[in-house]
């Protein structure tokens, strides 16, 4: 479950993100590795544990063993959910889009990209 907390703002504190090697990440499931189970885990692990509110102003609730998918797919689609309530919280903003995005494409919406929003 995820819940707007009221107007998003974009994290100041660059130390509450954990870097992530996405590239060590693989739809393989021959070829997952503790490794990639470990990077789930502290991703999901940031999620619940609130450090996404500053950033999103949402709070997720979701499964703990969503980590254990070794696809990765139900985190994607909590990611994805993430993503998409944020622009929901930004519909009176042009749902986030960034400045100079094609309104006739697809953008990514996240509030990194909020600087350049054409709303």
Request: neutral net charge; charged residues 25%; glycine residues 8%.
């Amino acid at each position: 479950m995820i819940a707007s907390g009221g107007e998003s703002q974009a994290c100041k504190r660059k130390d509450r993100c954990a870097p992530i090697d996405l590239l060590t990440l693989n739809d393989n499931l021959g070829k997952q590795t503790e490794k990639q189970h470990q990077i789930r885990r502290v991703m999901l692990d940031h999620i619940l544990n609130g450090q996404i509110e500053a950033r999103y102003g949402l709070r997720v609730q979701a499964p703990k063993n969503l980590a254990d998918d070794p696809s990765g797919d139900q985190l994607d689609a909590v990611l994805c959910a993430i993503q998409a309530a944020w622009a929901w919280t930004m519909r009176e903003h042009g749902y986030g889009r960034p400045c100079g995005a094609d309104p006739l494409e697809g953008w990514i919406a996240d509030p990194s990209l909020r600087q350049t929003a054409l709303f």
